[in-house]
């Protein structure tokens, strides 16, 4: 389980999160929608303190971290529990794909590089990648660079995966094969937290939805609930014009 409290972070004079409370259930799969500017990428990057928050605390697995002033030892051991999905993919240009996978194995986590690459083909074969481990990243797709970046951070077998809006950057032909991804990895139990704009997949695969504005958890709840029910106004407004704009698409 992890419980987030009370979370504040500003840049500058921009207060960009204004006290986020939220509670996840280990295995489940969380996704967090919202206008952009609304904070989201913001509190992800915060749940493993890519961003530091000012103040809050975070609590997983029963160790709790005071976000104003955590220790390198609760950074570390938070890292350790979490891997990130970028929107860029965020690929070493000069390494191959296995390298790409191996290399937070072996710098970070000291395993000898013959059982790394073992556990990076496994998880190249997961995503539908095993015939690409000598590849580079300038020769692969957009969703296949993608696919690599969620290889990697399944390859450190984390208790959490954050997915920062993992389809954003790509064509959209190529947004059904990471979503087919990230569905199968649902279904293994792992807990998920994911930053997306895909309406329909946060419907399907999600457990609880959290709608952000502002800075702030405006609503949340189950898909059906939220995009059934919504008792919000500001949730009913936003969910009408994303509706809108996939019916604009579709004709």
């Known amino acids: 389980m992890i419980e987030i409290k009370d979370i504040h972070k500003s840049f500058g004079n921009h207060h960009v999160l204004k006290g986020i409370d939220l509670t996840v259930e280990k295995g489940s799969v969380v996704t967090i929608i919202g206008p952009s500017g609304s904070g989201k990428t913001t509190f992800l990057r915060c749940l493993n303190l890519l961003e530091?928050?000012?103040?809050?605390?975070?609590?997983?697995?029963?160790?709790?971290?005071?976000?104003?002033?955590p220790s390198k030892k609760d950074i570390l051991a938070l890292r350790k529990q979490t891997a990130m999905v970028f929107?860029?993919?965020?690929?070493?240009?000069?390494k191959t794909v296995l390298q790409n996978i191996t290399e937070g194995l072996i710098v970070a986590r000291k395993i000898?590089?013959?059982?790394?690459?073992?556990i990076a083909h496994e998880q190249l074969k997961r995503v539908?990648?095993?015939?690409?481990?000598?590849?580079?990243?300038?020769?692969?797709s957009g969703g296949?660079?993608?696919?690599?970046?969620?290889?990697?951070?399944?390859?450190?077998?984390?208790?959490?995966?954050?997915?920062?809006?993992?389809?954003?950057?790509?064509?959209?032909?190529?947004?059904?094969?990471?979503?087919?991804?990230?569905?199968e990895i649902a279904k293994t139990g792992v807990t998920m937290i994911v930053v997306t704009h895909e309406m329909e997949f946060a419907k399907r695969v999600s457990d609880h939805i959290i709608f952000m504005d502002e800075g702030r958890i405006v609503e949340q709840g189950p898909p059906l609930l939220l995009f059934n029910s919504a008792k919000e106004d500001r949730t009913k407004k936003f969910l009408h014009r994303v509706s809108a704009e996939y019916l604009y698409e579709a004709i």
Not at 52 to 69: F, H, L, T, Y
Not at 87 to 94: I, M
Not at 112 to 118: D, R, T, V, W
């Open 144 to 183: 296949q660079a993608q696919r690599v970046g969620i290889a990697r951070a399944l390859a450190l077998n984390p208790d959490v995966i954050l997915f920062d809006e993992p389809t954003a950057a790509l064509d959209p032909e190529l947004v059904g094969e990471v979503l087919q991804v990230m569905l």
């Open 87 to 94: 929107q860029q993919y965020n690929l070493f240009s000069h």
């Open 52 to 69: 530091q928050p000012d103040s809050g605390a975070i609590c997983m697995n029963n160790q709790q971290i005071d976000c104003e002033k």
């Open 128 to 140: 539908g990648l095993s015939d690409k481990a000598d590849f580079y990243p300038v020769q692969l």
């Open 112 to 118: 000898k590089k013959n059982i790394a690459e073992s």
